[in-house]
């Protein structure tokens, strides 16, 4: 059974983020992932999406994706979610950022995910 795109959004953030699932991370992004920012548009490898993960927990000794909101879209391919993120790096130094961002999700898979950046701090 194909998971819905809510589920796999949540899945993203909740365990391959984490608990470092980086095997689910592999499962559950696409061939290739477009990350799109305001006026640009990066196409990732599946190689290079899990990567990118790997590489962020590299920096970092605690990352915690805490979704303060999910909004599931009607036609069942985009997830929009509020969040917020306290990590600590590798020096001790503590932090948290917030974003928001929006998802596609097609045959069980991320295939796109649209972020205007973060900004530091939490959401009030």
Not at 30 to 43: L, Y
Not at 55 to 60: A, K, L, R
Not at 73 to 93: C, F, N, R, W
Request: net charge negative; proline share 1%; charged share 25%.
């Amino acid at each position: 059974m194909t998971r819905t795109a809510r589920h796999v959004v949540e899945l993203y953030n909740l365990t391959v983020w984490n608990k470092r699932d980086f095997a689910l991370a592999d499962e559950l992004l696409g061939r290739t992932v477009i990350r799109h920012g305001v006026g640009e548009a990066t196409t990732l490898t599946h190689e290079q999406a899990v990567r990118r993960i790997v590489d962020h927990w590299e920096m970092f000794d605690t990352v915690r994706f805490e979704l303060n909101l999910v909004v599931a879209g009607d036609d069942g391919e985009h997830v929009a979610i509020v969040y917020q993120s306290p990590m600590t790096l590798k020096d001790g130094t503590q932090t948290t950022i917030g974003s928001m961002e929006v998802f596609r999700v097609v045959d069980g898979r991320i295939t796109e995910v649209w972020n205007c950046g973060y900004k530091q701090g939490v959401w009030h």
